[in-house]
């Protein structure tokens, strides 16, 4: 176990602690802040949002983006307009993390859990597919679950550490059902499914600008869309649901104050130019795992799916066993090598127990056994 540990430290070019995934701001973040401070435009009005929104839409080939103060925010009024309300069912994954369910339930509904697929840790469509043939049924334009006799709105896969999920046959299928498709691309930015940006297969897709994502704003999300009501309806809702007006308060429904300001879009900005650079480095790391975890009978390095390109946002491995998994956690996090196991099961929380899922075979397996490694930009 030791090789790993020089093997990390090597690649880092330390022996300090190693973090899982720290940030890196070396282009143009100090300027654009220091303008945006200078401006006082700091808050919910500036150009950076709109700049933000501009260049996002045009690097994953949306018609829209609309930016909000974080990815569960994103997830929730993508949620909230896709027509999801109370007593909905919304279907996703059980490894996932905490945001996406936690998304779902603000607005009055319920997950129902699928299985995920080992070759890409990601929603099967296999599973998605038998799911529905052997429990939902499709009445008046609307998907039924005929075991509990709520209505099955919407679909949230997620890309689970970059890499893309089989989400074009995912498409399909919820097409057929009827089911409203967001993906939760929170941690997919820069990653493709044959050619295509992940996050623009259904009607909208969400992601993330946590500190630990692949680009930052400190805290931010954003949604994309195609469809131009969708849109308006989101930054409408995002920003307290204010009617235009050149000085009265007026608001149409009840909103949220989720916008993102103006001094986290300039970081943005500035983080969105590194992003072709970000992505080479961690296409250049991953490729020095693989090679290095060849050498191990027991382990194995988890590489992006068959057609899609990941941003290999965080590397992982998948151990032979549980009791592995825990030595080798053990053993480099008291190394000084930040390593951690992959979220508990959405289905095994407390507040989730109840919802209904298909066994989760894959899941459990992959939870069981799978380490997250340093996998920060060189
Ligand atoms: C990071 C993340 C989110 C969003 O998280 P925020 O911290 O609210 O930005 C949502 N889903 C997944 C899977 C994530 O990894």
Same mark, same amino acid.
């Not at 940030?23 to 006082?40: A, V």
């Given at each position: ?20 995934? !720290?940030?890196?701001?070396? #282009? ?53 307009? #896709? ?5 909905? !069912? ?7 993390? *905490? ?22 840790? #990601? ?129 149409? *429904? ?19 130019? !590194? ?83 298909? #066994? ?10 799978? *380490? ?7």
């Amino acid at each position: 176990m030791q090789t790993i540990i020089n093997f990390i430290q090597d690649i880092y070019q330390t022996k300090e602690f190693i973090p899982l995934h !720290e940030p890196r701001f070396r #282009g143009n973040e100090k300027k654009y802040l220091n303008e945006c401070i200078d401006s006082t435009f700091v808050s919910s009005v500036g150009k950076f949002v709109d700049l933000f929104e501009e260049q996002f839409a045009s690097y994953v080939g949306a018609k829209y983006a609309v930016a909000t103060v974080n990815g569960t925010s994103a997830l929730h009024v993508a949620l909230t307009v #896709g027509g999801v309300s109370d007593d909905d !069912e919304v279907i996703t994954q059980a490894l996932t993390f *905490i945001a996406t369910c936690n998304a779902i339930s603000y607005c009055g509904a319920k997950p129902v859990f699928i299985d995920v697929d080992l070759e890409t840790s #990601g929603m099967s469509a296999k599973a998605l597919e038998a799911f529905l043939q052997q429990n939902c049924i499709v009445k008046n334009g609307e998907c039924i679950n005929k075991t509990t006799n709520k209505r099955v709105k919407a679909c949230v896969p997620m890309h689970t550490f970059g890499h893309p999920c089989e989400i074009d046959t995912i498409a399909q299928i919820c097409k057929k059902w009827h089911i409203v498709l967001v993906e939760d691309s929170a941690e997919s930015l820069g990653s493709f499914y044959k050619q295509e940006h992940t996050g623009t297969f259904g009607k909208m897709g969400c992601f993330s600008f946590n500190g630990n994502k692949i680009i930052t704003s400190g805290g931010g999300g954003v949604v994309v869309t195609d469809d131009e009501v969708l849109a308006k309806k989101l930054k409408h809702l995002t920003t307290t649901a204010k009617v235009p007006h050149k000085w009265e308060y007026s608001h149409d *429904i009840i909103g949220y104050n989720y916008r993102m300001p103006n001094l986290n879009a300039a970081l943005l900005v500035a983080q969105l130019e !590194e992003l072709e650079g970000f992505l080479a480095s961690k296409r250049e790391l991953a490729q020095k795992y693989a090679h290095f975890f060849e050498d191990f009978d027991d382990i194995e390095f988890i590489k992006e799916p068959d057609n899609a390109q990941s941003n290999y946002w965080l590397n992982a491995i998948t151990c032979k066993d549980k009791k592995m998994r825990d030595e080798w956690l053990e053993f480099t996090n008291a190394n000084g090598v930040m390593t951690r196991p992959v979220w508990k099961l959405m289905s095994e929380l407390g507040m989730f127990k109840m919802c209904q899922n298909d #066994g989760l075979k894959n899941s459990k397996y992959l939870s069981d056994r799978v *380490i997250n490694i340093p996998s920060s930009v060189l």
